[in-house]
């Protein structure tokens, strides 16, 4: 039995560029232009970003895994997230629960008209509630569906 939920989140904001090293009097044949890139993390931010967290749960946990859920462009529901202290959601990368059509279209992560995020294959979000709510959570799409896996926890 689980006795706390955690979670973590990181990012950088990244400055990336190439320039252009000359050689003068180059011997024929030779490379005389070299364009290496570079790559750091942005000066006006200075640091990479992030931040943790624990939940503790306590004998009552539940854990409502959602599994996959098929976003339309009507919008669905996540599913019923009464008392979650955790919601887990990640664009698959395809159009259905069976794997077979890959897609890349975004998935709108809405709680009432808000966008929450917009997710494309890979990207993941994780909405931590320090006090047990019901999330009403939509998944939207704008053009094809999007199977998006679904994982929530309850019980605090």
Do not use: Q, W
């Not at 967290?53 to 996540?78: E, P």
Request: proline share 3%; aromatic share 4%.
């Amino acid at each position: 039995m689980a006795d706390h939920v955690r979670f973590a989140v990181s990012c950088d904001v990244v400055d990336e560029y190439t320039t252009t090293n000359s050689a003068n009097d180059d011997v024929t044949g030779d490379i005389a232009d070299v364009s290496p890139g570079y790559s750091r993390i942005h000066p006006s931010v200075g640091k990479s970003l992030g931040g943790s967290g624990s939940i503790d749960v306590d004998a009552s946990f539940t854990l409502t895994a959602n599994g996959d859920v098929i976003a339309t462009t009507s919008g669905v529901s996540a599913g019923t997230l009464t008392d979650a202290n955790c919601v887990f959601i990640k664009h698959s990368g395809f159009e259905e629960a069976l794997r077979e059509t890959a897609t890349n279209d975004p998935c709108k992560v809405m709680m009432g008209s808000v966008n929450v995020a917009i997710l494309t294959k890979g990207m993941a979000v994780v909405l931590p509630f320090a006090l047990n709510e019901t999330p009403v959570i939509t998944l939207d799409t704008e053009a094809n569906d999007v199977c998006m896996e679904v994982v929530a926890t309850t019980g605090a």
